[in-house]
């Protein structure tokens, strides 16, 4: 299997591989090292996810990228959490970019560039939402906020899916 | 082949509402924005898949530019859509059968609708009925959302016809015994071949008279020709067994190979000169084609050849197997001369009288191994005995009885030749027109 790999699909799944690693030993520098059992788990799903980006190791490798950022202790949102999002960013696109056919399948060269914009675009998202984070720390938070954002993202989402979706394809 | 399966979320958007919404629960419950920060891209990403959701179900099929090709050349697949509005990406893998060609290499593609044509381009590179085209496509929608398929598309049946290298013949038939054709015949008309001056007869054209000759001996001479008419070919293919390996069109041949090549390029050349051609082929579908002449008739010649699979000898039906060719035939038989009862119809036309020439096709490169790789009776017996000795010695046999038979058939009077490409036959059947102009006893 892995020997008809084309070059790209290599690339790919190093990307898929070393994206979730990237992203729980980025919590490194806040003074939250992530556990060892976690990077291990991270690793092993992380593999998966690399050999057979449908199965649900990614999904698996992802949710322990999470729970270790979230069992830290740090109050404050560190910027380090940007780069964590732009290494899930880009393993997620990658491992889509895998899946669109077996490994023997060669990259198309104008699918992976649109899937390069798509996840620069989607990158972007989380410095926003860093710095959003970042001015409203240490405020007292009005009734719903979090709701509300939440609620805010997924509209912003589906505005922009109408309003670039059908150009970006073209 | 239509059919219509459901959009399914693809691994990726499932993953991504599965984080995301994990991550906007856990930022909520906990307080803590920085598991928002790391998944606010994923959010963004599942809502954009989940908000492009195909409304209609495509429908798709493959749609081949040739139904009959020579070997070599390439035909290409082009997938028709309906209902493929909300269809982003393509993703098309060939199943590719022996002796079949893709490109892109491999038969895989994948590309996004509408900016290029995601094609499929298939070469047959060995003549035969082969199925072009099948193949499992999967269409994804915008943001890689859902997926449609992976769905099966079955091929179609293309007709490959074997590749008849033309040449340029200037030999003459043996024995020509039709109408109108190019070959120089044995009997006087109006054809344009010097025959010689003889005096003239009543019925004689004037403008056949030699003016020269009449006013020298004060008697009126005219120019005889020769008459000029076509030939009957038969080809008698030996479709009983193939021995050495088939490379495809580029590449080695083996002896059903050279056969089939061997009697497209003799159609082709036979029926160029105008001569009528028929086709006999012994083994397996025992096909046959009766005399015809024309570029349609070639066509049924090379169609017939195509069609050709290979068989098992039927020694009582071929007793009485009729070869149905008449005086002034020219039976050309293609064989590796391997099957006795071959060499027996090859004996049987020359001592009829009929020009009969055997154009060997067994590959000068067929060696033991390759011989054992593509024939499962020596491969079967290798296995049972385990001795490659004994299979040695079996196929050396096999090879000097043959030599045997190629020897006695000469002695018969009936040419051999191997064949080495368009032209081969050219020498021989000037031969052969030479000592049918002898007197010879026939017997019947």
Redesign the interface.
């Known amino acids: 299997m892995i020997r008809h790999w084309t070059r790209g699909q290599w690339a790919l799944r190093l990307v898929v591989l070393i994206g979730p690693v990237l992203a729980t030993l980025a919590a490194g520098p806040t003074g939250d090292p992530p556990g060892r059992f976690a990077l291990v788990v991270v690793v092993a799903t992380s593999l998966g996810s690399a050999l057979a980006p449908e199965s649900p190791a990614g999904t698996l490798a992802f949710a322990t990228v999470l729970l270790s950022w979230g069992l830290g202790g740090s109050a404050v949102t560190p910027p380090e959490v940007v780069l964590a999002a732009g290494a899930l960013v880009a393993a997620h696109v990658a491992a889509l970019v895998v899946s669109y056919g077996p490994g023997d399948v060669p990259l198309d060269r104008r699918l992976t560039l649109t899937w390069l914009v798509r996840g620069a675009v989607l990158f972007l998202v989380a410095p926003v939402v860093w710095l959003l984070a970042t001015a409203l720390e240490g405020q007292p938070e009005p009734a719903g906020l979090w709701m509300t954002g939440v609620a805010a993202l997924v509209v912003a989402a589906v505005v922009a899916n109408t309003a670039l979706g059908s150009r970006m394809t073209r | 082949m239509v059919s219509r399966p459901q959009w399914r979320p693809?691994?990726?958007t499932?993953?991504?509402a599965?984080?995301a919404t994990?991550?906007?629960v856990?930022?909520?419950l906990?307080?803590?924005?920085?598991?928002?920060?790391?998944?606010?891209?994923?959010?963004?990403?599942?809502?954009?898949a989940l908000?492009?959701r195909p409304r209609a179900t495509p429908v798709v099929r493959t749609d081949l530019d040739h139904r009959a090709l020579h070997e070599g050349q390439g035909t290409t697949a082009r997938l028709v859509l309906s209902d493929a509005d909300d269809v982003?990406?393509i993703?098309r893998?060939a199943s590719l059968g022996p002796f079949l060609r893709a490109q892109?290499a491999?038969g895989?593609?994948?590309?996004?609708l509408?900016?290029?044509p995601v094609d499929l381009e298939f070469s047959p590179q060995r003549w035969g009925r082969r199925v072009v085209g099948e193949e499992v496509v999967?269409l994804?929608s915008?943001?890689?959302g859902f997926r449609w398929g992976p769905q099966t598309i079955v091929g179609d049946q293309v007709r490959v016809l074997p590749v008849g290298l033309h040449y340029a013949s200037r030999a003459e038939s043996p024995q020509p015994r039709g109408l109108v054709g190019a070959h120089r015949s044995a009997r006087p008309g109006s054809g344009t071949e010097f025959a010689g001056i003889r005096t003239f007869v009543p019925g004689d054209r004037l403008r056949r008279i030699n003016w020269r000759v009449s006013a020298r001996t004060d008697e009126v001479h005219v120019t005889a020709t020769r008459a000029e008419e076509d030939a009957g070919v038969l080809l008698v293919v030996d479709a009983i067994a193939d021995h050495g390996i088939s490379g495809g069109v580029e590449g080695v041949e083996s002896s059903l190979d050279l056969t089939v090549r061997a009697a497209a390029a003799v159609a082709e050349q036979a029926v160029r000169q105008g001569d009528r051609v028929s086709l006999r082929v012994l083994g397996g579908s025992s096909l046959q084609v009766s005399y015809g002449s024309g570029k349609r008739h070639l066509a049924r010649v090379l169609a017939t050849l195509a069609a050709i699979q290979l068989g098992p000898a039927d020694e009582d039906g071929w007793e009485r197997l009729q070869l149905r060719a008449t005086e002034g035939t020219m039976v050309v038989v293609l064989s590796p001369m391997m099957a006795g009862v071959v060499a027996t119809l090859t004996a049987t036309a020359t001592r009829r009288g009929l020009p009969t020439l055997v154009v060997d096709t067994m590959p000068e490169a067929v060696s033991l191994e390759r011989h054992t790789a593509s024939s499962g009776g020596l491969r079967r017996h290798r296995a049972m005995t385990e001795s490659s000795h004994l299979v040695d010695l079996a196929w050396r046999m096999r090879r000097l009885e043959r030599e045997q038979v190629l020897a006695s058939l000469s002695a018969l009077g009936c040419t051999v030749v191997p064949w080495r490409g368009p032209g081969t036959i050219d020498e021989v059947t000037r031969t052969l027109a030479r000592r049918a102009r002898r007197p010879h006893l026939r017997l019947r």
């Open positions: 693809t691994a990726a499932s993953r991504a599965v984080i994990a991550g906007a856990a930022a909520v906990a307080g803590r924005p920085t598991l928002l920060v790391l998944v606010a891209p994923l959010v963004v990403a599942a809502a954009l908000a492009g982003e990406q993703t893998v892109p491999g895989r593609v994948t590309g996004l509408g900016a290029e999967a994804t915008g943001w890689s």
